[in-house]
């Protein structure tokens, strides 16, 4: 997509992204090594009967989502940050993931009339709808430069 | 550490933690697929100067050096989110981070007294002492369950 193309209150859905168990324990491995995340004997006698993914790696799942479907392509080039990120339910090996991305917030900065500023919602839906992620991000758009790739 | 062990206006450090090329290649190849994550050549004429890690691999940084400093061995089950994460500067392959953990506020939850609430502000600063990456994290302890693990 193109910057013009993001409209208030337009929603982009993608997925599903299938989350397997190896892909799960590889990143708690490298980046979240609780025992919750990354062994799965423990994890099966724990408060949530069985490994969960590490909530970075939810957010990861989702930001690929969002590349595929909306950013590649685009003249994204960073984001300053995110807000209000919330794993309401776990993520769990097996699952089949669905983001939908709401348009909150669409504008080109007063200071820098070719930087192009979106917000957005970013949730994600397991395959039985219940949300496992929640959160707000800004996307920074470069208007004017020659750095915009396909 | 143990939950009873954290205390407001605590700091925590840990690091260094090497960010190497091929790791800031292979996180943003399977989560972050833009240009200038994954393309050297095309990076190195952007806005950058060169490969940026994703701010999701900045985070997932932040965790790894969060639970090996003070998360393993405690009590830890979850975390329902964070907030404010800035991404102020970028990550670049080469870079060598360091973890400030901040303790912000720790309390037993009233309604489910086996429950531990910790507040910590999480900040990564790279070799030049340039901050990084700057998030509140709320993490939960399970201070009445058989479940805690080493």
């Given at each position: 997509?193109?910057?013009?193309?993001?409209?208030?209150?337009?929603?982009?859905?993608?997925?599903?992204?299938?989350?397997?168990?190896?892909?799960?324990?590889?990143?708690?491995?490298?980046?979240?090594?609780?025992?919750?995340?990354?062994?799965?004997?423990?994890?099966?006698?724990?408060?949530?009967?069985?490994?969960?993914?590490?909530?970075?790696?939810?957010?990861?799942?989702?930001?690929?989502?969002?590349?595929?479907?909306?950013?590649?392509?685009?003249?994204?080039?960073?984001?300053?940050?995110?807000?209000?990120?919330?794993?309401?339910?776990?993520?769990?090996?097996?699952?089949?993931?669905?983001?939908?991305?709401?348009?909150?917030?669409?504008?080109r900065s007063?200071s820098q009339p070719d930087l192009g500023i979106?917000?957005?919602?970013?949730?994600?839906?397991?395959?039985?709808?219940?949300?496992?992620?929640?959160?707000?991000?800004?996307?920074l758009f470069d208007l004017?430069?020659?750095?915009?790739?396909?």
């Amino acid at each position: 997509m193109r910057f013009a193309e993001f409209q208030v209150e337009q929603r982009i859905v993608a997925g599903p992204y299938e989350v397997l168990e190896d892909e799960v324990l590889s990143f708690a491995q490298a980046y979240d090594p609780q025992w919750f995340h990354v062994d799965a004997g423990l994890a099966s006698q724990g408060r949530f009967g069985g490994l969960i993914a590490s909530g970075w790696h939810t957010c990861a799942i989702a930001m690929r989502l969002a590349v595929d479907a909306a950013l590649q392509g685009s003249e994204s080039f960073a984001s300053p940050g995110v807000s209000r990120v919330r794993w309401p339910c776990p993520v769990r090996p097996g699952d089949r993931l669905r983001l939908v991305a709401t348009v909150l917030a669409t504008r080109r900065s007063r200071s820098q009339p070719d930087l192009g500023i979106l917000s957005w919602r970013w949730q994600l839906f397991n395959q039985c709808d219940q949300e496992v992620l929640d959160l707000e991000a800004t996307s920074l758009f470069d208007l004017g430069s020659k750095e915009t790739r396909s």
